[in-house]
């Protein structure tokens, strides 16, 4: 815990470059992230992660320094070069977008490997360290890495904000954003550029792989949260920075531990949380809102019958033969069913089977009318055959609301209080043509 | 002697992922190379601290579960998880890793393990693997890569009606009532042990090269899928041969010069197609 609070409190000037910068990195590759995510183009940031390899030594060699600014530029060059290749290979052949980022990310990837294996060998101890663009390593990293960082993430930030309108357009409809007179080609080559540059700065810290992590989990956690696209990046932003941050704790804290893998341990846990535990969209909810149906329609198919039975003049009295014989019901689902629907006062026990209480009368009645207003609504409008229209009729009767029954009434032109309970002979035989 | 052997391992690399990238490029998952490559580090890992030893079968099966592991983990994502397809890609591949890596530094002390050697075997090292059986001096990993190619080419040519169908058509084949998901998992434990036997005497970049370049490279010449494997075997080989002497030439790594030519060929073939108009709008 003090070890924690000393972190916090960045009282360790070591720990105090590292900590700020994977949290700049984490939650600038969020953000950023978020537009590549937004546009199924994930994998594009593995690419270019992979093809940075060769631009940043043959930086070194031309500058024969291995300073950052020089060594930026020459990744954000052969990244740019790769995106160039990856889209002209899928304009000017048939190759699919998936096989051109495989292409492209090996061979750079294998030119820059073949590179580092010449200048391991042809160049003493001022190499030494190049090959943490493959693995990262942020303990190594300088105050001046992280003064870059601030920098990109300035840049970013302004870059972001003031083309947030286009941006969101060409994300979201690229064909709308050309129409209403977007320069498409220029938002394109934006998002790739604040792509390549948050990458090109951040693998010597993290490496290739943990690098196009950050760009892909932070924004796949937050769409399970939001649907609002400021929502979307400021979450995926702030996911990245906390990984980020407590990435770097683990590592400060445990001798020997890597940051980068940390980070992406942590925001991939905080990916499946989301993924489980979101509400609307997580899978929890999700199966849980399905069971909830799922009851729901048991019962009122329960109550339903219970009333057509009552209407036919079965008698008042039903148990799971007499529903059967209309609904089939398992005896397990039929305890279960019977059980809520006691605890709700809509049926009552008595001693030989059960009996509809008044509110379930009107419940199953309501359900009842539902089904018959679809089913007339289907003849009469859509011109179904009346063979198919109870089949039809059997789901909508649960998802039919207030609103739409009503506007169905109004549409047939029938009286808002119209009962087909009492009105029978309101489905007509099929005609001839309708029979077809 | 040492030349012919290397260039014998990089062909026979080539030709077991060519076969196999073939299937992978129709089905438009050629990046599963990549993330596979990465995901089944903490299967080999796990796999050696359980064995403690360096043997390849143990750690075949480790990288083999982890394998299919990472596959049911991507569909379970996208499919119940309702991740974007890509997404869950990404996902799951960078967060294996993470966890290899993890425990790769975690027991760097214990063992000689580190994610260097894993991922980037070195081809040149081939070699000296000699082992003398029946009186040949023909390198161990050479007697494995053999037992590759053969299990891919049977997996192949035993299943061809079906890879046909299922990677041309999938939903076709669903509706003649063929369970594809057998077959994807059968190309995805392929697939990942293509990968482990192979990048354990080549390294994971020329193994991810070999399972995307060599069958791009043919599908720009041919339509058809039994000319696509000739054309491929044949750019196989021609990358292994260019690439031996290319890094001869630049005194650099033979596994990326293999790669680098490989490319070069994708290129040719590339400009070729071009010229050709073979631009068909499938």
């Not at chain 1, 953000?31 to 992979?50: D, P, Q, W, Y």
Request: proline fraction near 3%; hydrophobic fraction near 50%; glycine fraction near 8%.
């Amino acid at each position: 815990m003090d070890l924690f609070l000393k972190y916090l409190t960045l009282q360790d000037p070591n720990v105090r470059y590292v900590a700020l910068a994977t949290l700049l990195l984490g939650g600038v590759s969020g953000a950023v992230g978020s537009f590549n995510f937004l546009r199924k183009k994930t994998l594009v940031g593995e690419t270019v992660a992979h093809s940075m390899l060769p631009g940043v030594l043959i930086a070194f060699l031309l500058s024969g320094v291995k300073n950052p600014y020089v060594l930026i530029i020459g990744a954000a060059t052969s990244g740019w070069l790769s995106i160039l290749l990856v889209d002209y290979i899928t304009q000017q052949s048939k190759i699919k977008g998936d096989s051109a980022l495989a292409i492209v990310l090996s061979s750079f990837f294998g030119f820059g490997i073949v590179l580092l294996t010449v200048i391991q060998s042809n160049y003493g101890g001022e190499q030494s360290g190049l090959d943490h663009y493959i693995f990262g390593n942020a303990a190594a990293m300088t105050p001046e890495d992280s003064t870059a960082f601030a920098w990109v993430s300035g840049l970013v930030l302004i870059l972001v904000l003031s083309f947030y309108h286009s941006i969101k357009s060409v994300v979201f409809n690229l064909e709308y954003a050309d129409a209403i007179g977007i320069n498409v080609k220029f938002i394109d080559g934006l998002i790739s550029f604040i792509t390549i540059l948050s990458i090109s700065v951040g693998i010597k810290a993290v490496g290739i792989v943990m690098m196009s992590a950050l760009l892909i989990i932070p924004p796949t956690a937050a769409r399970f949260w939001t649907n609002s696209l400021v929502r979307l990046l400021l979450l995926s932003g702030f996911f990245g920075a906390l990984a980020g941050w407590l990435g770097a704790f683990v590592s400060y804290s445990q001798a020997s531990m890597p940051t980068g893998p940390w980070t992406i341990v942590i925001i991939s846990l905080i990916a499946f949380v989301s993924m489980l535990f979101a509400p609307k969209r997580g899978v929890i909810y999700q199966r849980w809102s399905k069971l909830l149906l799922k009851r729901r329609i048991n019962e009122e198919n329960l109550l339903k019958t219970a009333v057509q039975n009552e209407v036919r003049g079965l008698g008042k009295l039903f148990n799971r033969r007499s529903i059967s014989q209309r609904q089939f019901f398992e005896q397990r689902l039929w305890n279960r069913t019977v059980r809520r629907l006691r605890r709700k006062g809509l049926i009552k026990k008595v001693h030989t089977g059960f009996t509809l209480s008044t509110q379930g009368r009107s419940y199953g009645a309501e359900i009842d009318r539902r089904h018959k207003i679809w089913e007339i609504y289907l003849q009469r409008r859509m011109q179904m055959s009346i063979n198919l229209v109870h089949d039809e009729a059997e789901t909508m009767e649960h998802f039919l609301t207030p609103e739409i029954e009503a506007e169905i009434l109004g549409e047939l032109g029938l009286c808002s209080r119209f009962n087909p309970l009492l009105e029978i002979h309101e489905l007509v035989p099929d005609n001839p043509i309708n029979a077809l | 002697m040492d030349a012919f052997w290397i260039i014998v391992t990089g062909f026979l690399v080539a030709s077991s992922a060519g076969m196999l990238g073939n299937l992978l490029l129709l089905r438009r998952m050629s990046m599963m190379g990549d993330a596979l490559s990465h995901a089944v580090l903490p299967g080999i890992v796990i796999a050696y601290l359980i064995s403690g030893s360096r043997a390849s079968v143990p750690l075949f099966l480790g990288a083999i579960i982890m394998g299919v592991i990472t596959t049911l983990l991507i569909q379970f994502f996208s499919s119940k998880g309702k991740m974007q397809a890509d997404a869950a890609m990404g996902t799951v591949f960078t967060f294996l890793f993470a966890v290899g890596v993890i425990l790769v530094t975690k027991y760097a002390g214990q063992a000689d393990i580190d994610a260097d050697c894993v991922l980037h075997g070195e081809i040149a090292f081939v070699p000296l693997q000699t082992s003398s059986f029946l009186g040949l001096g023909v390198p161990e990993p050479v007697w494995t890569l053999l037992i590759l190619l053969g299990l891919v080419q049977l997996v192949f040519w035993v299943g061809y009606k079906g890879w046909l169908l299922t990677s041309f058509n999938g939903e076709y084949a669903k509706s003649l009532g063929i369970k594809t998901a057998i077959w994807h998992y059968t190309l995805m434990a392929a697939t990942s042990v293509a990968t482990v036997v192979s990048f354990e005497s080549v390294g994971a970049i020329l193994v991810i090269a070999f399972l995307v370049v060599p069958a791009a490279t043919a599908y720009l010449i041919t339509d058809n899928l039994k000319r696509m494997t000739l054309y491929i075997l044949v750019q196989g080989l021609l990358s292994a041969v260019f690439g031996y002497f290319l890094s001869e030439w630049v005194g650099g790594s033979i596994s990326g010069s293999m790669a680098v030519a490989s490319f070069i060929l994708f290129a040719g073939s590339f400009v070729w197609s071009k010229k050709r108009g073979l631009k068909s709008p499938l």
